[in-house]
């Protein structure tokens, strides 16, 4: 499959969308978060507790399904970049790079959260550290 080369307008037109699916995204990461370190609380006051489901039925797999579905949904919104042609380096910050070529050259044009629109670049070896202003910006 080709590489997708976005100029600058093309990524900044882009960029509301990539906006709300990096918000939900984020957004699901915390959830995933919040709802492992209930998980891991259970499952520390299972242990020390010799009370077991009197059921027999297994005490974590409806939050354990709860994790497994979350993922999911994150697979699929990270994809979602990913089919856009675009790159999500970071979820928090949110750190998108929209490959490029600027004057014969490949780079990545680079935006993160926060910044109103791309404004910035950088090459494919240098990273966030090795930012530089678009010539237009």
Known sequence: MERKLFTPSEANELLP????????????????????????????????SSVRSASGEDPFFEIESKLDFMQIETELLINNFERRGVMLKMINPGLIDFPAVLNGEEILICWREGEESVTHY???????A????????
């Open 17 to 48: 969308q990539l906006k709300e699916d990096l918000a939900i995204l984020q957004t699901l990461v915390g959830q995933i978060e919040n709802q492992y370190l209930e998980l891991q609380k259970i499952k520390t006051m299972s242990e020390k």
């Open 122 to 128: 950088h090459g494919w070896d240098d990273g966030f």
């Open 130 to 137: 090795g930012r530089k202003a678009l010539p237009d910006a």
